[in-house]
């Protein structure tokens, strides 16, 4: 494929545009600031621009051609301890020094009694969990003082004594802090399929003033000596077709919102990425079409 | 029912501590046993902390091999897992850990390529920072000179060993097997200050009476006390170098000329 370079373009950092962009990661930097490839708009892990050096002197560089959004996932927001302070510190540092666009983080919890367990852990969908959830969004939001976006999880197991549906309870979160939700649609279909959920009934019940981003990435199938299927949201490969398809769902209830492609393990040639990109603008710019067809007629 | 706080630490038991007895308990089956489940997590909780520690441990990793290297971070990790999702600032202990790790005492100097590894890293995130220049410490009154104190730039550490572990690392790095295996393990004893360029990470060798002196004034040290611990230190050369290689961010004035730590 060919790149397209990006010129004359004038990115306003402070806004996302509902195009597809992609995650940005290490290996991706100097093809990124060699190529310029046409992609709306870039995300990044907050985590690995904590420190200083390299990876912030190349976000800079490309900060002036690419809107920027913030991606944490460190801040285990459903921590029954407490957010982590200085954590909040840093993120905060981040988002002063970045100026991103959106800022988001995941419903799940990282960390208990001062040891982080280094994945995204489900909650047990309760009003206790619930609450915890809010105070710790509200924190977040004031201390930054701007609105934070919270992503729906993939999980691989449901606690017995779960009493609200993800859906709804993600819809309380929005409702009670004002945040927005992230809407990842491969983690819905993971889900779904890991829970015999219905993953378009899930999609229909998030509130759609609440979305502010979609994201999309490759999972894996792990076939148990059960013969059971477990799906893992591994970001290994391409977007799954049945994926594809829970998208275009998504932006006919949703309406063009800007779009993620995630790629964090087999990280594949910038191309690869890219053009996982372009096949994301094209459901967009047809939900766009649609769009302005509803509001001619 | 569990409580949020007792479900989060029988989550820790199952992944850190790969006890799953309380956590199981709490999972429903659904066609696959909660302990196969817990086992997801457990295993993601290895493999990114592996990835990380490859990483910043490259060195170690080629030196021992894939296989063993998995097999120590899963170790070190079950003995002493992260205190943070900062994971930048992880790992600081693993040359400790090593050390102390049965299956890696045939291998002496891994600890010490460890320890520079970790030195390299901490340079190669550490936050960005001014340089002091020397003009700077132009305004400083000559009478009180003796009461400097330096603060290093972030990105400076200084770094010893027993063994040549700076010779050991560029040479595993490069993939160069011929300069390991002349690598002489008995050459003596090397001070080695590590930081961040705009080039790159540096790693340099320093003459032991510098390195020394530099330890005192990086510790806070001030420069009169330093001075009188060194007598005969070329202590203009080694404070030009200072100020032209950029490693220092700031300094300060002792109230007394106290003895440093």
Known sequence: MTFIPCTNRSPDPSSIPAAAGVGLRFPHHQAFVDLRPSVGWLEVHAENYMGGGTPLRYLDTLRRDYPVSLHGVGLSLGSVDGLDAAHLERLAQAVERIEPGLISEHLSWSVVRHTYLADLLPLPMTEEALEVVCRHVDQTQERLGRRILVENPSTYLQFRHSTIPEWEFLSSVAGRTGCGLLCDVNNIYVSAQNHGWDALAYLDALPPVAIGEIHLAGHSVTTLDSGATLRIDDHGSRVAPAVWKLYEAALIRFGPIPTLIEWDTNIPPLDVLVGEAALAERRLSCCRERSRHAVVA | ?261
């Open chain 2, 1 to 261: 029912m569990p409580s949020l706080r007792e479900l989060q630490d029988a989550i820790r038991r199952s992944i850190v501590d790969r006890d799953d007895l309380d956590a199981a308990a709490w999972i429903l089956d659904g066609g696959i046993g909660p302990g196969r489940r817990l086992s997801v997590y457990r295993n993601t909780f290895a493999s990114t902390l592996i990835r990380a520690m490859r990483l910043s441990c490259p060195a170690v990793d080629r030196l021992v091999g894939a296989e063993f290297f998995d097999a120590s971070v899963r170790e070190y990790v079950a003995v002493r897992p992260p205190r943070s999702s900062y994971l930048d600032e992880f790992g600081g202990d693993f040359a400790d850990f090593l050390e102390q790790f049965p299956p890696a005492q045939s291998v002496p100097y891994l600890p010490d390529v460890a320890r520079l590894e970790w030195a390299v890293n901490c340079s190669i995130h550490a936050p960005d920072a001014p340089v002091l220049s020397a003009a700077e410490l132009g305004i400083v009154d000559p009478a009180d000179h003796e009461r400097i104190r330096f603060q290093p730039h972030p990105s400076v550490s200084l770094v010893c060993s027993r063994f040549p572990v700076d010779e050991i690392w560029r040479s595993v790095l490069a993939g160069d097997d011929a300069a390991l295996t002349a690598v002489d393990l008995s050459s003596g004893p090397i001070w080695l200050i590590v930081q961040r360029h705009e080039s790159g990470i540096r790693v340099d060798r320093l003459e032991a009476t510098t390195w020394r002196f530099l330890d005192d004034l990086f510790a806070g040290c001030t420069l009169g006390n330093a001075l009188s611990k060194y007598p005969g230190i070329d202590a203009a050369k080694i404070l030009a170098d200072l100020f032209v290689q950029g490693r220092c961010a700031r300094f300060s004035l002792a109230n007394t000329a106290v003895p440093g730590p």
